[in-house]
């Protein structure tokens, strides 16, 4: 049984709703290759439905009626903890997830399964938690040295890769990015990231110090992106691209049926929020405040990665926080700023409050800020 937290103030960094995870445990990784080519070709919105179409597979095969999976997206790629009895099919999931990215968006997808056995032998623990949302949903948290070195490991050794093969994909068909780039209401969009320069609990000590201290420049509750609710506005028409990226996914119904449906829904849900926010059993406004509470805005991945709306003031005293622990030598860190946010949603019933949203800053913003965090970072041998 995973950890369970239930607030993220206060329970991120208490290994106490964390566990070790056992030898017998994988971790996953699915990693977007050439990053840096697609995002100068405007294809970051397609590295991003790429990554969460991992997650909508990972989850769709991991998940029973009674246990969530620890599954996280990355932007440009995802995490997860995979327990033994489900590696050799998520084997399979893995390759067919790189068969299909490659075939149909010609995007290469790097994914390996690294044996958490090796990490614990190298004194790299893994520590994994569940961020509830809803009965339905949570997000996977994750702590401690293993989880970046099996992300370095999977990257960097052939050995932990597995190949892309054609296979079965189930749990694709709730995934969509119909929404437009969301603009910042309080003056930028920053995705940050941050690592902790000693290992074990010294390391997510740090992190957790440096945090309060971010936390003091801003609270969550300002800084949430999808936070100010009267300042959404779903899109009454998608663009075509994100319609066609949803075309790509197996279906029994024909190309022009599912098309005409995703523009029929989106603008019945515009015209729902129009008229005040509900039409009908189409209850908009409750879909829309409920989008802070279900965007992975905040999370672990050995360390913290957050996308925040921040006033310049709000930015400027963040820097300067993670700028003078970095030079105390307590963290590394990477930031991007934009315009605006992105959002992936996997949604199986908006009507029912059963959906969940992937964040990232606009133009890759968790890619640009690891690159400056990895020129910083030695990597986990």
Known sequence: MLGRIFNFDDQAFDLQHYQAL??????AIADVVSSTQLAQKGRDKDVNFVAAAAVAVLKNQLESENHAAAIQFGGDGVIAAIPPEQEAVIR????????????????????????VAHLNESQLPCYVSLQVLDDKNAFGLFLGDGIQAADDWVKQQPRWQLQPKQGELPGLENLSCRWHPVKSCRGLIASIIVDPTASGESGIQQLETVIQQ???????????????TQALQPPALPSWESISRELKITSTKSKSQRALLAYLSSFVLWLAWRLGGKLGNINA?????SLTVKTDYRKQAGGPRMVLDLTQEELDAIVSVLSIAEQ?????????TSEASTLTCLVEDFQADNHVHFIDGQGLGFWRASIMLKEKRIPRA
Do not use: K
């Open 285 to 289: 406004r409750r879909y829309l405040t």
């Open 328 to 336: 105390n030598g307590q963290i590394y860190y990477g930031i991007s």
């Open 214 to 228: 971010i936390n003091q420049c801003v609270s969550a509750e300002q800084a949430a992106p999808m936070n100010q």
């Open 22 to 27: 056992p030898d017998d445990w994988f971790i």
């Open 92 to 115: 399979e999931r893995l390759a067919a997830l790189a068969h299909w990215s490659m075939d149909l968006f010609q995007i290469s997808l790097r994914i390996g399964l690294v044996p």
